[in-house]
């Protein structure tokens, strides 16, 4: 993920609401929205370069995402934070346990922000800043720094989210649209993280169209009072440099299994 925005109790009909997108190179190979057969609980996409996912539910009630902290010129490390989504969607302890143990392994990984819950608890870590934080109410929003960092797509994103909100009849093409907003930021607005000032505007917009690297996919989770969930994601094919949105779609709707 390179944009995660998510509301917490801020809807009366659905006390979660998640919209995020998935930035990657275009020839990293990927397996679409799938439940998986090594762990049939887990629904989830899959990274086939290193086997982990940036975004999965549990049947069991948990759910994870995972972005990267951008850092132009870290070591790469070989153990994939992608497999922290998956490792938290497997085990069985309380989100709060689960980061206190991960505090001990942090710097085995490249910088990360993950982002997790069960019904009632959501809960935020980065390795770049070492202390868990519970999200309460409210509206967040995060990219590839710590959490409400200002970037304008985050802000933009929290805005669109907010509107949105606002409307007791709630559709997942409104937040696909959210999602799908192409607008760079003015050059005055762009943070300095130590990347190329035309990769910065291109890295700027809620949706990338690059040459090579982009928005493969997009992913709206929805838990409603009554702990049933609906997952939909769009893949992303054709020439998204040249603004071609074409996109194969899946989507899951369950309860939650909580007692097993």
């Not at 010129?73 to 309380?94: A, E, K, M, W």
């Not at 206190?100 to 942090?106: F, K, Q, Y």
């Not at 009632?120 to 959490?147: A, P």
């Not at 982009?214 to 094919?237: A, D």
Request: with cysteine; charged share 25%; proline share 4%.
């Amino acid at each position: 993920m390179c944009l995660f925005l998510c509301a917490i109790d801020c809807h009366p009909d659905y006390p979660l609401i998640v919209a995020a997108n998935r930035d990657e190179y275009y020839d990293r190979p990927t397996r679409d929205l799938h439940l998986w057969q090594d762990y049939p609980q887990v629904v989830a996409g899959k990274d086939l370069h290193k086997g982990g996912t940036w975004f999965g539910v549990s049947k069991k009630g948990r759910w994870a995402a995972i972005t990267n902290y951008r850092e132009p010129d870290q070591i790469n490390r070989s153990t994939s934070r992608g497999t922290l989504v998956l490792d938290y969607l497997l085990t069985d302890q309380p989100p709060a346990v689960y980061l206190d143990e991960l505090t001990s392994r942090a710097d085995d990984f490249n910088g990360f922000n993950l982002v997790l819950g069960v019904r009632g608890e959501v809960r935020y870590f980065s390795n770049r800043h070492c202390e868990q934080k519970t999200l309460d109410t409210g509206i967040y929003g995060l990219s590839n720094h710590l959490i409400d960092t200002p970037w304008p797509k985050v802000i933009r994103g929290k805005d669109a989210m907010a509107r949105i909100m606002q409307r007791r009849a709630l559709s997942c093409d409104s937040l696909f649209n959210l999602l799908s907003d192409t607008k760079a930021a003015a050059d005055h607005d762009l943070p300095n993280t130590g990347i190329d000032i035309g990769f910065e505007r291109l890295l700027s917009s809620a949706f990338i169209q690059g040459n090579v690297y982009g928005t493969r996919s997009s992913t709206i989770l929805l838990i409603n009072q009554n702990n049933r969930l609906k997952l939909e994601e769009r893949s992303y094919y054709g020439a998204p440099h040249l603004g071609s949105k074409t996109y194969s779609s899946v989507a899951y709707e369950f309860e939650f299994d909580v007692k097993s």
